[in-house]
């Protein structure tokens, strides 16, 4: 009951979090998604350093800024660009620096794409109206998955068994139409100019990329024996487990967005 009770109550503050953060308009969110990509970027230092990979936090604090303002800036060949270089002097700085080797070099190269490119792509979604897309992909996909999972799910899936044992097909399905459901109503409801017909493809794609954020976490955690990857959220454990299903969601909206 008590680790009921904490779930809930730390899921309630960062969905609080978050909802204030977007109410309150373009800065404060960027500067809240900001302030979130960096305690990521510290969580998947602490995680890595479990399986001997050592990276270079305080540079990825310097590359993940400048990507982050790239994202802002909102121009795709300068956020490229930035990206592109920061990548380089990632890489540059580990091969001169005989501290790290060849694994330090690749887990700090994961860590930039991992969070800070794929964060970023959250940020560069200019339309607030479509950040509740993001979210309600995410969580109705994920929510949807597990009532259906847990409920009629019967048929597992072996391909991803040494992840998610207890993932099934069923529960993969019911989650792709749960968001698309939401999805669905939610355009409706607010009048977006989209298709349904576009929604549809997106969230079929999105939802299906959401469980597959999931499950990349999920095999991060058991390659380095971790059951979280933080303990900031009471319950939840880190910004990173909060965010896995978000960060696989935010290039494909962002792409839809401007589509």
Excluded at 65 to 82: H, N, R, W
Excluded at 127 to 152: E, K, R
Excluded at 231 to 248: A, P, V, W
């Amino acid at each position: 009951m008590k680790n009921f009770v904490e779930r809930v109550f730390g899921g309630a503050i960062i969905l609080a979090i978050l909802l204030l953060i977007t109410f309150l308009g373009r800065v404060p969110f960027i500067i809240g998604i900001g302030a979130f990509s960096f305690i990521g970027l510290y969580e998947m230092k602490e995680v890595l350093k479990k399986i001997n990979i050592n990276i270079p936090l305080k540079l990825l604090f310097v590359t993940n800024t400048l990507i982050m303002i790239a994202a802002f800036a909102d121009k795709t060949d300068l956020y490229m660009t930035t990206f592109a270089i920061c990548l380089l002097m990632l890489l540059i700085c580990i091969i001169f620096d005989s501290k790290y080797n060849l694994i330090d070099g690749f887990g700090a190269s994961f860590t930039m794409l991992y969070v800070s490119f794929l964060m970023s792509h959250i940020i560069r979604i200019q339309n607030i109206n479509y950040i509740w897309l993001l979210y309600l992909t995410a969580w109705g996909s994920d929510t949807f998955a597990y009532l259906v999972g847990s409920t009629i799910g019967k048929h597992k899936i072996d391909l991803i068994a040494h992840i998610s044992p207890n993932k099934t097909l069923e529960g993969c399905l019911g989650g792709v139409i749960g968001a698309i459901i939401l999805n669905i109503i939610y355009v409706r409801s607010v009048n977006l100019d989209i298709r349904i017909l576009d929604v549809l493809i997106f969230t079929i794609i999105a939802a299906s990329l959401s469980q597959v954020g999931d499950l990349v976490a999920s095999y991060i955690k058991r390659q380095t024996g971790i059951k979280d990857f933080g303990h900031i959220i009471i319950g939840h454990g880190g910004i990173l487990d909060r965010f896995d299903s978000l960060l696989f969601i935010a290039p494909v909206l962002y792409l839809f967005s401007i589509l």
